[in-house]
């Protein structure tokens, strides 16, 4: 999730465990553990891939944050005795196992069980949702005004929570929504990914991977009995076979899970990861390789300037989410003419 969530719910945590003993100082406490794990994002691992694929990598594992917290509660504790050291291991291990967890929920995948295990992504909620960071700003905000004000802070920490398996339950019902739709166009067994569209859990995505076709769904909650409208776009499965034994090539499809999209622009061979973003502005692209006369010759990757977004995106996304707009076509990220398809 985005920082200042994290931030939103290591203050929570904090303000819940100990704000009745150490006050309004303990949400700042909370807000830093709670940004921690983020700090990765400063280390240059050599190349765009490496350093896409390594972020939520050691810095996310439960197998780091666990004896870091225990080394922080006694540093914390050393610092402020008021607060016993099982208090402070309580806080550290709950904001610091939190954070991965969290993160684990979105698309972009944490390694929960680095250095072992590939990334865990249940892709239930966006990255930046409202509908999950409001109450827990609301719980901190009563909390300053008021401390310890732990009914509020609870408040949010449950609202935020019951949000969170909301959305589980809610991709659940657009995954079966899907698949008939898929099995009719002939994918029978499609590798699939359901995730929400930007900023709420309302309006839906599906995307579904077999052999060279690649289908895309935009479903939502308000969209009563209209049609599934699906959008297809080619894939290029033998750029994918020539990069194949690139060592970068395999590391995006271990990351991505092989949602990919493979292309070449000029003499350079790119890999797009598809799962984030929609399509036309998917902000993760990197150029792996270039051609040559007779093949490719690896490259240290680099990532491609990010496609702009046109102004109106953001007005049609919520009028496709109330229903207003029944189709989104995503190539274009425009609305067909009426009685048209994309």
Request: charged share 15%.
């Amino acid at each position: 999730m985005d920082s200042l969530t994290q931030a939103a719910l290591g203050a929570s945590l904090a303000g819940a465990v100990a704000g009745k003993t150490l006050g309004r100082s303990v949400l700042l406490t909370g807000a830093v553990l709670g940004t921690l794990p983020d700090l990765d994002v400063v280390i240059d691992y050599g190349t765009a891939v490496a350093n896409f694929t390594q972020h939520r990598g050691f810095s996310h594992s439960l197998f780091v944050l666990a004896p870091l917290a225990v080394a922080l509660a006694w540093l914390l504790w050393r610092w402020k005795p008021q607060l016993s050291f099982q208090r402070w291991l309580a806080l550290t291990g709950l904001i610091l196992i939190t954070h991965p967890l969290l993160d684990a929920f979105t698309t972009y995948g944490t390694q929960l069980f680095w250095p072992i295990g590939p990334p865990i992504a249940v892709s239930s909620i966006f990255i930046i949702d409202p509908l999950y960071t409001l109450p827990l700003l609301a719980g901190c905000l009563f909390f300053l005004a008021r401390p310890p004000a732990k009914t509020a802070i609870v408040a949010g920490l449950a609202v935020s929570t019951l949000y969170l398996g909301w959305s589980v339950l809610a991709q659940q019902v657009m995954t079966q929504r899907v698949q008939p739709a898929l099995a009719a166009a002939g994918l029978e067994n499609p590798d699939l990914l359901v995730q929400p569209m930007p900023f709420s859990t309302l309006l839906w995505r599906a995307t579904a991977l077999q052999g060279d076709q690649r289908i895309e769904i935009v479903t939502g909650f308000l969209d009563g009995d209209t049609p599934l409208n699906l959008e297809y776009f080619p894939r290029r499965p033998e750029l994918a076979s020539e990069v194949s034994d690139l060592p970068e090539a395999r590391r995006l499809e271990w990351f991505t899970r092989g949602f990919l999209d493979y292309d070449q622009a000029g003499d350079r061979i790119t890999a797009t990861d598809i799962r984030l973003g929609i399509p036309g502005a998917h902000p993760f692209t990197f150029v792996l390789a270039t051609r040559n006369g007779s093949g490719i010759d690896p490259t240290a990757s680099f990532r491609t300037p990010r496609p702009p977004v046109s102004s109106e995106a953001l007005g049609l996304l919520w009028s496709r989410m109330i229903a207003e707009t029944p189709v989104l076509c995503l190539a274009s990220l425009s609305s067909p003419a009426p009685g048209q398809r994309c």
